[in-house]
């Protein structure tokens, strides 16, 4: 027997708010649905903007955005350019954008009385807030309880790593604990969320799977497309198109380690086998990286410059390994894209999606911080076994298949009929 869910519905149709406001086509879907969900987040990314996309086809769903930072042409300084991330948001359902600054809050707090009068006409059956730093976060959270309305918390904690000082991370790490106990279900985005949440007490069942994931649909699609070109792509390049492809994707900056990257292009040389190396981005470490190319006379590596989801596919469908070192990710969805391409996968224990998306020995290799040793020997056993470079390719495909933004909305759905029980 089903679930019977509480009947929220109201007529949207009638909403007048006076805030940035965009309605798209919904009213069909919520006069067919007994359920409607506000996410609360502090900015609209591409990778949420597909997930919400989808979502919207099954559940009609809100969302309020605390600030317009990353919508549209907008500096990012990881990148250290004018980036655009192309959102199309005349396919995204409803948007409130309440603080129409290019400016991350964090705690500093934007005076906005709109929540209330939001959440009280919409009347949700649950809202979700995606991040717990920010004061607009807080104020979220404390007027849909007071509305008595069910609050769902989804954050990128990890138990891998301590953020700033043990004192700052014992504060944080209360502060997350208060909120958790007082909200009524938490989603977790992998493992390693997990292993935080029932750290700090959180019982399993009110934990649910919502798997940190992207497009993989679009991506899919866009690696059959570029793989037919890819001695052109590299051609473009300057690479050789005769050799064996390692791939970085992300800002070029210290936490990411791409010199890492580097010097297991070079260990590798030492070694006899010769490899392109193609960073797809750009950061503070561009400059470095050119200038130990040029003292080392290395040539078959460049440095792409950033490129959005719009252009970056044809440079995953380029390689055949990915490299991605990096000494602190609370997930890492490169490697998500990367595994959309079929990519065998080497990382570090850091990196927090390791623990669901790579089997060492299936699909690719993790391994500690800085073993420049250890990358080099499982890029080197790739890169000598035709055989097992083919089938890790296949392993990773067949992972993240799974690990989707359909299975992200099984959770989403499985908590929603838990929490909101009659």
């Not at 590596?301 to 380029?318: L, M």
Request: glycine share 4%; charged share 20%; with cysteine.
């Amino acid at each position: 027997m089903s679930p019977k869910i509480k009947d929220n519905r109201c007529d949207n149709a009638g909403l007048t708010i006076n805030h940035a406001f965009y309605q798209y086509n919904t009213t069909e879907k919520q006069s067919a649905s007994n359920c409607k969900i506000v996410f609360h987040t502090s900015t609209l990314s591409h990778y949420f903007s597909a997930f919400a996309k989808q979502l919207n086809q099954e559940i009609p769903i809100t969302i309020l955005i605390s600030c317009n930072y990353g919508w549209g042409d907008y500096f990012d300084p990881g990148f250290r350019q004018h980036i655009n991330f192309g959102h199309n948001i005349a396919n995204i359902p409803q948007i409130h954008i309440y603080n129409r600054t290019h400016t991350t809050e964090k705690l500093i707090p934007h005076y906005n009385h709109s929540i209330f009068s939001i959440l009280k006409q919409i009347a949700p059956s649950m809202v979700v807030i995606t991040s717990w730093y920010a004061f607009s976060d807080w104020k979220c959270f404390w007027l849909a309880l007071s509305l008595k309305i069910p609050v769902v918390l989804r954050t990128e904690a990890t138990s891998l790593f301590v953020h700033g000082s043990k004192l700052t991370y014992l504060l944080k790490k209360n502060m997350l604990k208060w909120l958790c106990k007082r909200a009524s279900a938490i989603f977790s985005i992998g493992t390693k969320c997990t292993e935080f949440y029932t750290a700090i007490g959180i019982p399993p069942e009110k934990i649910f799977l919502t798997p940190y994931s992207v497009d993989n649909n679009f991506f899919i699609e866009q690696s059959k497309r570029w793989k037919a070109h890819k001695a052109l792509t590299l051609k473009n390049l300057g690479m050789d198109p005769q050799l064996p492809t390692l791939l970085f994707s992300g800002k070029l900056i210290k936490r990411k380690r791409p010199v890492d990257a580097l010097k297991v292009h070079c260990a590798l040389l030492q070694k006899g086998i010769k490899t392109n190396l193609v960073f797809i981005g750009a950061g503070n470490l561009s400059k470095k990286i050119k200038t130990f190319c040029k003292q080392k006379n290395l040539i078959n590596v460049c440095i792409t410059g950033f490129k959005d989801q719009n252009e970056i596919s044809q440079y995953y469908a380029s390689g055949d390994i990915f490299l991605f070192p990096s000494s602190r990710e609370t997930w890492g969805l490169v490697i998500n894209e990367a595994m959309c391409f079929s990519l065998p996968i080497i990382t570090t224990r850091m990196v927090s999606s390791s623990a669901d998306l790579v089997v060492t020995g299936e699909n690719g290799f993790i391994h500690n911080v800085g073993d420049i040793t250890s990358m080099t020997n499982s890029v080197e056993y790739l890169l000598t076994n035709k055989t097992a470079l083919d089938n890790f390719g296949k392993k990773s495909f067949d992972i993240i298949s799974k690990w989707s933004i359909d299975a992200c909305i099984n959770g989403v759905k499985k908590c929603l009929a838990e929490i909101c029980i009659i």
